[in-house]
Structure formats: structure tokens, C-alpha cells
């Protein structure tokens, strides 16, 4: 594994994308050191996270500890339904009629802006669950703006939670300008990864919270019952 | 004759739609009624469901702002981005569409409305 650290939020990496001292780097590792500003002190571990571009194929990986038990990571990520609570770029979410019946089929549109350049990206993807509870995204190119794309999240236990696994390869089937246009899809990526790793583990604690209201401890004291201010990110994501 | 009239009217539409596009939506004047209406049976504190499921509260405007268990569901500026816009256009899954269960979607006026005043900052005016 490159460049494997283990940091928690009070930290950051100094190679968040593999780019060394590139400009996305420094950029990237500020994007940690927000989020660290913005996060509470009891919020999960982010141990690893990076995105690379090759030929307009985007790399990310995401490694992490969430202070919530597997069956609560687990639940927030099958809730489909609600997938749009994840990151606040998506503007149009939806659970479809899948043709393999072993599948959920879900269809996202993400529209985002950085600096002057903008995406707009539907993806409809299939979702597998294995037997180990992880899970298996590939995305359905015909029906997407991406011409490939597939996607794995793996939960085990962790002393004290879940530790949880996030690995994708997107190619998107959009025009990126070049040069600047890949190093705007990573810091998206980047930047949305986090922040859904943020609200993963927001939405595993209320669950946590919800099963057991009375429960005290780690897994469900970091989130009070009480609505939070303001998110991570400062925008919307939250609600029904 | 007839096309003079026509462009006349055509004009005037634009020029009306142009002015109550850019009319001050005000939050207490015409957003609270619309939530009045739709959604303060359930997303008011203590005993609505929608309240006690999400923890969002639309008695005032702060609890409002302040969003639910997950996250604020409103981006002042930007209702495209929204959660409440998302949710009251049906632009999350069908069934989350609020309001919930047997009520009937919001009129495209409250629908704008809530977009206009999202688009025009959120303010509590």
C-alpha cells in the first residue's frame, strides 16, 4: 500500500492525492485540515485517502474508523433511499427497478462548480451486497455519463467501531479540459469523499442513537439528539 | 394589428414574470404559511413524527436553519442544493416526497416560493 499514514482529524497528510508537493497536494491537505477545523474532536479516524487520475480513469481510495458498530455503517450506506444525504452535491437522487433482482439499482445527478469549471454527472449504478455485508457498486454506462465506473466499501469491526474501506474507479464520459480539468476532478473527489465520510458516520451514530436511545458510551454519545449547527461542509445534506 | 397585440402581451408577461421573480420573498409573510400548511403537523417539536425521526423542527426560522440530526437542509443562496427544495420538487426518491402520505404535493406557487426564498439568501425577514 503507497503511502499508507494513520491521522486522525487533528491531522493531515501530506500526500492526500499522491502528488507529493504538486499543487493538488498542498491543495488536498488543506482540504483535510478543514475538515479538521470543522469536525467534532469525537468524530471517526480517517486513515488513508487518496485520488489519482490516469487516461481519465480516477482512482480513490478511502480508509477509515467510524465510532459506530458494522450494523449501523452498514444501515447508513444501504439506505438508498436517502443516499443524497451523503454529499451535498447531489441534486437529484432515486432508488430504480433493477433487471438482476439481487440488485438496487440507484440513480444520482451531482452538479458542482470549481472555479469556472463545472460537472454534471448522472450515475446509475447497481448495488450488490455480499454475504460479508460489503458491498458492490458498478456503475450502468449506458444509462450514466460515465463510461465505466465501479466502487467497493468493505466494513469489519474495529475496538470501538467499524473499520471501513471505500475504493472506487471512476471514468467519467464528460469533457475535462486538460490540464486543469483532472486536477479539478480530484479535488472534487477529494473533497466529496471526506465529506462523505463525515456524514457516514453521522448518519451511523443517529442510528446507533435511534436503536438504543438510552445507551451511553462512545458509539452514540459523539451526536446528541439535538439537530447540529452547521455541517461539515456548511451546506445542506441533512434533513428527512 | 393582431401581431402587434400578440408581442405586446408577450412583452408584458416577460416583464411581469422578470418582477415577481425578483420580488423580496419575505419568511414570515410568505414562507411560514406555506409550512404552516404542509408541514408543521409533523416537523414540529415535541410529539411531530417527522420531528422525532430527523430532529428537524420548522416552528422558527433558527430551527429551521439549524437542519435535522443530519445535517442542515437548507444552503442560504442555493436551492438547487437544498435538501427541503430537493424534497418538496421531487428530486429525491419518490417516496420521500414530502409532505408524506396521503397530503398532496405542494402548488408550484409554494414550490417557488420556497425557491425563491432559498435562492434569495434564507433570510429571516
Redesign the interface.
Known sequence: MRGKRRHGHGGHPDRPDGGGLSLAGRLGALALALLAAATPSRAGELVDLRADEKGGIYHIRLEMVVHAAPEYVHAALTDYPHVYRFTPTIVESEVLPSPDKEAVRVRTRIEDCMACFCVDLVSVADIWERPSGDLRVVVVPELSTFRSGSAEWRIRPHPGGSHVVYEARMEPDIFVPPVVGPYFVKKTLLRETLTAFARLERMAMVRARQAAPDAGGMRTSAIGMAPPAMAEDGRGGGGQ | MNGYCALLGILAAAWMAACTASLPVSFHRDVVPVLEANCFTCHTAPEGE?YR?????MASWE?LI??????????PG?S?????N??VEG??????R?PHGADEPLSDADIETLRRWVDQGAKNN
Open positions: 417527522g425521526k430527523t430532529g428537524l423542527n430551527t439549524q437542519g435535522s440530526l443530519y445535517g442542515p437542509v437548507i444552503v442555493d438547487r442544493h437544498s435538501v427541503l430537493m424534497l428530486r429525491a426518491d419518490g417516496s420521500l414530502m
